[in-house]
């Protein structure tokens, strides 16, 4: 019997990774885009209705906002990636009984270094309008620097 055909298989995505790469191109725009112009942007031969379907779940998410435009929507990212797993963790969250225990459980499994960023961001929460609440975004120093990749 002859070997089977060896076929190129398609990696599968993980989960939330087309809708990632979606907000990376809405990002991208210059301004509201439609679905078209985002399947031109996407990596990979995706079709028109897979794209359509996504910015919908996205939509559906609260992560991208639409404008209808004619007959068809352009869209635009109310949120980044960040806020997109933010989103994915709170629904986890709403769907469990036991918040207590999930928030707990969650916390400790935390590392050292992400559970005093996420006391540092809870203190910031108490006090977010606070005028002399120190603005430290754009220090490179400072361990909640979005740009500050060390440990992740």
Do not use: C
Not at 31 to 55: N, S
Not at 60 to 84: F, I, N, Q
Not at 97 to 121: H, K, N, Q, Y
Not at 127 to 150: F, H, I, M, Q
Request: no cysteine; charged share 30%.
């Amino acid at each position: 019997m002859p070997a089977p055909a060896e076929s190129p298989r398609l990696r599968r995505r993980g989960q939330g990774e087309l809708e990632a790469q979606v907000l990376a191109v809405l990002h991208s725009a210059n301004g509201p885009a439609t679905a078209g112009w985002v399947q031109e942007h996407l990596e990979g031969d995706l079709a028109y209705t897979t794209v359509i379907t996504i910015l919908s779940r996205l939509y559906a998410k609260k992560a991208v906002t639409r404008s209808r435009e004619g007959r068809s929507y352009t869209w635009t990212p109310a949120s980044d990636e960040a806020g997109l797993a933010a989103l994915r963790m709170r629904r986890v969250l709403d769907g469990e009984r036991d918040r207590d225990a999930v928030l707990a459980r969650f916390i400790s499994a935390l590392s050292p270094g992400d559970e005093e960023r996420l006391r540092v961001l809870l203190a910031r929460a108490d006090v977010p309008n606070r005028s002399d609440a120190p603005n430290r975004s754009g220090d490179p120093d400072d361990p909640l620097n979005p740009r500050d990749t060390e440990g992740l």
